[in-house]
T-cell receptor
Framework: GAGVSQSPSNKVTEKGKDVELRCDPI?????LYWYRQRLGQGLEFLIY????????KSGLPSDRFSAERTGESVSTLTIQRTQQEDSAVYLC??????????????FGPGTRLTVL | GENVEQHPSTLSVQEGDSAVIKCTYS??????FPWYKQELGKRPQLIID?????GEKKDQRIAVTLNKTAKHFSLHITETQPEDSAVYFC???????????FGTGTRLLVSP
């Protein structure tokens, strides 16, 4: 079946502009995660959605970052007034949420964001 | 919060040798420890995971060991092959959360 998809695959923007990144999780996966991966670094948790529960926003680095998810489908990550330090690959993952906490997270291909 | 440290940052081995990557974690209540492999330009993919109630798990040439007392876990790859070359990330899931806290990655290079 189809895996997690993300769009765009690459985004180049100018400092100060807003950007919106999209994630389509695997159908039926109730949990959705966003991570950030800076060049040569590990994955840094940003936000987690699970059904209608309040999202875990504990990883968002500043109030310029926000994310939304409609039900158990698409999610968008928005970065306002982008800065050069926002340049990174933004990865989305989804998982089933059965017998927690042992749920494999399936990753999308990522969106490479470059802020000039 | 949970903190995961990973060593070494780079590892070069000859084909057929074994490779070992080690991670330590800070929250003794963390209960799930996956390992992801990321090939150049590709998405991370789960290769093996271990739960906190298990000490060792094997899957063909790959094994993971967990020492809860010392709060460290390791990835062991035997009979390495060039296609094992990639960046490997360890992670831990802290109690009460669904997020994963990742290590900084190990770049493994297997030379023919």
């Amino acid at each position: 079946g189809a895996g997690v998809s993300q769009s765009p695959s690459n985004k180049v923007t100018e400092k100060g502009k807003d950007v919106e990144l999209r994630c389509d999780p695997i159908s039926g996966h109730t949990a959705l995660y966003w991570y950030r991966q800076r060049l040569g670094q590990g994955l840094e948790f940003l936000i987690y959605f699970q059904g209608n529960s309040a999202p875990d926003k504990s990883g968002l680095p500043s109030d310029r970052f926000s994310a939304e998810r409609t039900g158990e489908s698409v999610s968008t990550l928005t970065i306002q007034r982008t800065q050069q330090e926002d340049s990174a690959v933004y990865l989305c993952a989804s998982s089933l949420l059965v017998a927690p906490p042992y749920n494999e997270q399936f990753f999308g291909p990522g969106t490479r964001l470059t802020v000039l | 919060g949970e903190n995961v440290e990973q060593h070494p940052s780079t590892l070069s081995v000859q084909e057929g040798d074994s490779a070992v990557i080690k991670c330590t974690y800070s929250d003794s209540a963390s209960n799930y420890f996956p390992w992801y492999k990321q090939e150049l330009g590709k998405r991370p993919q789960l290769i093996i995971d271990i739960r906190s109630n298990v000490g060792e798990k094997k899957d063909q040439r790959i094994a993971v060991t967990l020492n809860k007392t010392a709060k460290h876990f390791s990835l062991h790859i035997t009979e390495t092959q060039p296609e094992d070359s990639a960046v490997y990330f360890c992670a831990a899931r802290p109690p009460g959360f669904q997020k994963l806290v990742f290590g900084t990655g190990t770049r493994l290079l297997v030379s023919p």
